[in-house]
Structures are given as structure tokens and as C-alpha cells.
């Protein structure tokens, strides 16, 4: 079965610190991958995405990940963290093969300190 | 663009009523809709996908006479609670594909919270 496994479920960082938030999957298929952000009672936002060609993907906010298939890994990176990055970060996993439906994981939280 | 949204952004029932909540695209042609349910502090699990036109296909351990899913044109989907129960209490949300793209991403709506009272 398609799985998802975000290991961190909390990670706290001191504001202007790098930040790592790790995303492992396990699919049968050639996947696609996502990365979402949700504040406290509000709705996803996407992040990035991949679907083929370059690993490395840049997004919003200063954000990047990086797919590696030999890992099973997307991992999500941010440089410099700032204070607004904290809230709740979600990996997602979908593929064709599987009707295009997405798989989350369980989410990591991000809190920041000053 | 890409825009989808939910009304009502929350909703409070009493136990044994239905609500009905709204996923509208409002810029884009949505052939396919997904509907998923968070609980407090968990992630998001996938309840059934619907394409217009045709039955919602449900996920395992679902019920569909409980959570009744229409997909009746290519911007609106509508998932009805029946007869709701204080469990069903949850954040419902709902995204969206754009049958027009060749594309796996789905657009995300604001989410709508309901209490059961």
C-alpha cells in the first residue's frame, strides 16, 4: 500500500537557523510529491511540487526540496527560517497508477523561537 | 487563479440534522473533486473522489449513505452529512482538478469546520 512517513512530528528552530523536514515514501508507482502549509484552522497552501525533470524544485517563501528516488526521500529545506514559517507542514504523494489520488503524511510542526 | 472555495467556512448542527457543504472552482472547469476530513492535530485522509456526471467512489471505511457526494456540474461539488453525530465533528476540505490541464496538481479549498452539537 502507498504510505507516506513525515518521522518528525514536532521540530523547533531558532529564527534565522536552517530547517530540514524530512518526507519518506513507499509507492509502487512513479510518483509525483507535494508540499503543503497550513496555519491553525486554515486551509492547505501549496509549497512546491514535483512531477518530472529537475530534483532540485524551488518554491514559495524561499523553499526548495529535493526528490531522490534512490531514497524514497523529498525532503523540504528552507536557508533562514523566520518567525511566520511556524505552523504545520504537510508532505503529499500521489500517482497516476493510483487514480491521482494524494496520500499525506502526518504532518511535522514547526515552531520557531526568537 | 486556480481558486476553490467552501461555504460555509464552519457550520454548528445539532445531532441527528444534516448540513450540506459546498466546493465551488471558481475559475477553472473541475472534472475531478476530492473530498477529505482532518481531525484535531491529524492529517488529512482522503473520504471519496467524484468526477461530474458520475457516482463519488468512495475510500474504504467511508460510509456513502452518510456522507452523500454530488458532482453535478464542473465547478460544484456538494458533500451532505446525514444525520449527523458529535464524531463526525472534523474539518472538511475539499480540492479540485483542472480538467483542462495535464496535471496532477489539486487546488485546495479554505476548509469548513464542523461542530455536531
Known amino acids: 500500500a502507498q504510505s507516506v512517513t513525515q518521522p518528525d512530528i514536532h521540530i523547533t528552530v531558532s529564527e534565522g537557523a536552517s530547517l530540514e523536514l524530512r518526507c519518506n515514501y513507499s509507492?509502487?508507482?512513479?510518483?509525483?510529491l507535494f508540499w503543503y502549509v497550513q496555519s491553525p484552522g486554515q486551509g492547505l497552501q501549496l509549497l512546491l511540487k514535483?512531477?518530472?525533470?529537475?530534483?532540485l524544485v524551488q518554491g514559495i517563501k524561499g523553499f526548495e526540496a529535493e526528490f531522490k528516488r534512490s531514497q524514497s526521500s523529498f525532503n523540504l529545506r528552507k536557508p533562514s527560517v523566520h518567525w511566520s514559517d511556524a505552523a504545520e507542514y504537510f508532505c503529499?504523494?500521489?500517482?497516476?497508477?493510483?487514480?491521482?489520488?494524494?496520500?499525506f503524511g502526518a504532518g511535522t510542526i514547526l515552531r520557531v523561537k526568537s | 487563479g486556480a481558486v476553490v472555495s467552501q461555504h460555509p467556512s464552519w457550520v454548528i448542527c445539532k445531532s441527528g440534522t444534516s448540513v450540506k457543504i459546498e466546493c465551488r472552482s471558481l475559475d477553472f472547469q473541475a472534472t475531478t473533486m476530492f473530498w477529505y476530513r482532518q481531525f484535531p492535530k491529524q492529517s488529512l485522509m482522503l473520504m471519496a473522489t467524484?468526477?461530474?456526471?458520475?457516482?463519488?467512489?468512495?475510500e474504504q471505511g467511508v460510509e456513502k449513505d452518510k456522507f452523500l457526494i454530488n458532482h453535478a456540474s464542473l465547478t460544484l461539488s456538494t458533500l451532505t452529512v446525514t444525520s449527523a453525530h458529535p464524531e463526525d465533528s472534523s474539518f472538511y476540505i475539499c480540492s479540485a482538478r483542472d480538467g483542462q490541464r495535464h496535471s496532477y496538481e489539486q487546488y485546495f479549498g479554505p476548509g469548513t469546520r464542523l461542530t455536531v452539537t
Open positions: 503529499a504523494v500521489g500517482a497516476e497508477e493510483y487514480g491521482n489520488k494524494l496520500v
Open positions: 514535483y512531477f518530472s525533470g529537475d530534483t
Open positions: 509507492y509502487g508507482a512513479t510518483p509525483y
Open positions: 467524484s468526477n461530474e456526471g458520475s457516482k463519488a467512489t468512495y
